[in-house]
């Protein structure tokens, strides 16, 4: 069995930003769906003792639903745990600088997150990635990865996914998400998505899960 994992605050501790009722839907119903889903789609497939991590089905299976469901609880979990009640402000240390490395800046991360964010078309996830070591190109095409210079591994780069995908199995190192399903946002703000994009980056981003994924 998948578990549904606990979020890391309260479902009211993000509001104002994001309401109670927000994530009474998006963790309770959306999370917790993906989590049913996929614990009935291994038990349809006869997984038993010993059945794959999340990690495992996500770089494994090919697109079809097991992908889908495994995939969205991985990035769900992600994205609760990309913003805090405490979030927003400058991230520090090595990140701050491995930033300034990549995009120049803070602020121009941000304006470049922004652009990502809301031009990702339909539903989909925006990410902060340490790029794959090798060279490979950050993403397969996605226009979020386009202002990502230079072709080393090693390097920040700000991705776009659609639907459930991943930059794991572009081999990237995630280190923060943005969910850009309306799902996310569409209680609190309406359509109004580049709302819901500057409060994540104003007051929720989480620069100390990011710094740790990029320790890690
Ligand atoms: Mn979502």
Redesign the pocket.
């Given at each position: 069995m998948i578990e549904l994992p606990a979020l890391p605050y309260a479902q009211g501790a993000l509001a104002p930003h994001i309401s109670e009722r927000t994530m009474g839907f998006?963790y309770g119903k959306?999370h917790a769906g993906y989590v049913a889903n996929l614990n009935r789609l291994l038990a349809d497939a006869g997984a038993g003792d010993g059945e794959p991590t999340l990690e495992t089905l996500i770089a494994c299976m090919g697109p079809g639903a097991i992908f889908n469901n495994a995939a969205q609880i991985w990035n769900?979990t992600f994205y609760w745990q990309s913003m805090s009640p405490d979030g927003g402000g400058d991230p520090s240390g090595e990140l701050a600088a491995a930033i300034d490395s990549s995009f120049g800046s803070v602020d121009a991360l941000r304006v470049e997150l922004t652009a990502a964010a809301t031009g990702n078309f339909g539903s989909g996830w925006t990410w902060l990635v340490r790029r794959a070591a090798g060279g490979g190109g950050a993403g397969s095409g996605d226009p979020g990865g386009a202002g990502a210079g230079g072709a080393g591994g090693g390097e920040l780069a700000v991705v776009n996914t659609d639907d459930a995908d991943n930059p794991l199995t572009s081999g990237h190192t995630p280190l923060l998400t943005i969910?850009v399903?309306e799902?996310?946002y569409y209680l609190d703000y309406q359509n109004a998505r580049p709302a819901y994009i500057a409060t994540f980056l104003e007051h929720l981003v989480n620069w100390d899960f990011a710094a740790a994924n990029y320790a890690g």
């Amino acid at each position: 069995m998948i578990e549904l994992p606990a979020l890391p605050y309260a479902q009211g501790a993000l509001a104002p930003h994001i309401s109670e009722r927000t994530m009474g839907f998006h963790y309770g119903k959306h999370h917790a769906g993906y989590v049913a889903n996929l614990n009935r789609l291994l038990a349809d497939a006869g997984a038993g003792d010993g059945e794959p991590t999340l990690e495992t089905l996500i770089a494994c299976m090919g697109p079809g639903a097991i992908f889908n469901n495994a995939a969205q609880i991985w990035n769900h979990t992600f994205y609760w745990q990309s913003m805090s009640p405490d979030g927003g402000g400058d991230p520090s240390g090595e990140l701050a600088a491995a930033i300034d490395s990549s995009f120049g800046s803070v602020d121009a991360l941000r304006v470049e997150l922004t652009a990502a964010a809301t031009g990702n078309f339909g539903s989909g996830w925006t990410w902060l990635v340490r790029r794959a070591a090798g060279g490979g190109g950050a993403g397969s095409g996605d226009p979020g990865g386009a202002g990502a210079g230079g072709a080393g591994g090693g390097e920040l780069a700000v991705v776009n996914t659609d639907d459930a995908d991943n930059p794991l199995t572009s081999g990237h190192t995630p280190l923060l998400t943005i969910d850009v399903w309306e799902h996310a946002y569409y209680l609190d703000y309406q359509n109004a998505r580049p709302a819901y994009i500057a409060t994540f980056l104003e007051h929720l981003v989480n620069w100390d899960f990011a710094a740790a994924n990029y320790a890690g």
